[in-house]
């Protein structure tokens, strides 16, 4: 459906119609809930506080996942509802503003991928040393070992990668594209970790009790923006604005 954000009958009423939006975090139970749509005047993309009791405003929760279940997903559908003037944040004008709420949520996305990989390296180490075959530890498996090592590598560059893009943020010089890089390779690498993990524990590694279970943190790799959507990002930085987004 179109999204759309027009003037009510009252100029200090926006009416909002027409939109659908999912994977909204928390929207079944929060107070307010800051919806982006495009005014049908301008077309720029501005952003709106909804009340969770305004008339036309509904919020289902999604059911039934795979991981990120602390967090309660909805859809929200919002036909005619109607928002003072005041709701309205003032200083988001442009999609550009949108942008920049982005660039802050990727880069604690990408940390998280940084706290997965370790976290899933330390289960697997300490596994490797108990786990005994043949009469002696699988850590001592040169296999092993190898899987060991390009967790730790994958973790280890991560996280020099996010230091710096924290050292970027404290001076106020980060961009878009420096936190959807790190977005899209932590938790490429991430994902790529757990793997060697799970396959490190053998047929255990799908077994709850033994942890590994928890790690396999698909949600992370594919919310803020896929990596596809990172690279398109990155991309256009690098190659001085030429943009491979559909037009």
Not at 66 to 91: F, H, K, S, T, Y
Not at 105 to 130: H, P
Request: glycine share 8%.
């Amino acid at each position: 459906m179109t999204d759309s954000a027009t003037k009510a009958t009252s100029p200090s009423l926006l009416r909002l119609d027409n939109i659908i939006r999912r994977w909204i975090g928390n929207a079944t139970f929060a107070d307010l809930v800051v919806v982006w749509a495009r005014d049908a005047e301008t077309q720029h993309v501005l952003g709106f506080v909804v009340e969770k009791d305004t008339p036309g405003f509904t919020a289902t929760k999604i059911e039934n996942k795979m991981a990120l279940r602390i967090v309660q997903n909805a859809d929200i559908v919002l036909d005619g509802c109607r928002v003072p003037e005041a709701n309205r944040l003032q200083n988001a004008n442009s999609f550009k503003d949108t942008a920049k709420i982005l660039r802050q949520t990727r880069s604690g996305v990408a940390w998280q991928a940084v706290g997965v990989m370790f976290g899933a390296y330390e289960i697997a180490l300490k596994y490797a040393k108990e786990r005994e075959q043949f009469g002696r530890p699988i850590g001592g498996f040169q296999l092993v070992q190898d899987l060991l090592v390009k967790m730790l590598g994958n973790a280890t560059a991560s996280c020099g990668m996010m230091t710096r893009l924290a050292q970027l943020q404290d001076s106020g010089v980060y961009r878009d594209e420096q936190s959807a890089l790190a977005k899209a390779y932590c938790t490429v690498r991430m994902r790529e970790s757990v793997g060697w993990a799970r396959e490190l524990l053998a047929g255990n590694g799908i077994v709850l009790d033994y942890k590994i279970g928890r790690f396999v943190a698909e949600a992370i790799y594919s919310y803020e923006g896929t990596r596809e959507i990172q690279t398109l990002i990155v991309g256009r930085a690098v190659t001085g604005g030429l943009s491979a987004f559909v037009r």
